[in-house]
Structures are given as C-alpha cells and as structure tokens.
C-alpha cells in the first residue's frame, strides 16, 4: 500500500510539474486566437503587452514582427526584430528573427526599385545611374 501511494504521489507531482511549463501567458494566448481570427491591433496589443512582462518570449517576439507586418508597420517591425534580438537567446529564435530581417529588406528594396521604375524614363535613368555610381 505504502508503494502504491509513493507510486501515486510522484506521477501527480510529475505531472503537476510538466504541465506549469506548458502554460502560456494570457496575452499570448488571446494574441494567437486574434491572429487565428486576423483581428492585427487585437493580436498587436496583447503581444507588446506580452513582451512587456516577460522580455525573453521567443515566441511573443516572432508573433509581433509578424503582426507589424501584416499592419504595414515595417519600420516598427524592423524595431521588434531589433529588440528581439537582443532579448532572445535561443538560437533557432534568433534565426527566425535573422530570415525575418532579411525578408523585410527584400521587401523593401524591391518597393524602391518598383516605385523607380514607375517614374517617368528621363528621370529613372537619372535615378539609376546616381545609384550605379554609389
């Protein structure tokens, strides 16, 4: 009997245990059932909130860059990554977050170079060769 009541009081102290590490901040949570739901300033709001109170969410970070980008905030999201960068210490966080900026530069350059081309000839040209001589 005393083995079977050891037994049972380690397995629920194990799963008592595993389970506190599982749990997600309320923010978090109710930012990803905004996301899931494409309600951006619901999902924005809970995820500063969220990396407000704890600054080394790997997963509040990469959420909020994303949710800045699809609100079109790129400067702010090129910001988050920043930050993120130096709060985050995981490895594959931070490569996330490196792919993350790249992608962003892309995208930004390739509006540059569209926005040059739609201009009138005379003045891309100019526009070219003063980039070409940089």
């Known amino acids: 009997m005393k083995k079977i009541l050891s037994l049972l009081f380690f397995l629920i102290l194990g799963a008592l245990l595993t389970e506190g590490f599982q749990c997600a901040s309320p923010e978090l949570t109710t930012a990803k059932l905004a996301i899931r739901n494409k309600e951006w300033k619901k999902a924005e709001m809970n995820l500063e909130s969220a990396v407000a109170k704890n600054s080394k969410e790997n997963e509040a970070w990469i959420l909020l860059a994303q949710v800045k980008e699809e ?3 790129y400067e702010e999201e090129a910001n988050i990554i920043k930050q993120a960068s130096k709060n985050v210490e995981d490895k594959t966080t931070k490569a996330t977050l490196n792919d993350m900026e790249r ?3 892309y995208h930004h350059i390739k509006n540059v170079l569209t ?13 070219l060769t003063r980039l070409y001589i940089c």
């Open 103 to 105: 992608k962003l530069w």
């Open 71 to 73: 609100l079109g905030k």
């Open 115 to 127: 926005n040059i081309i739609s201009m009138e000839p005379a003045r891309t040209g100019k526009i």
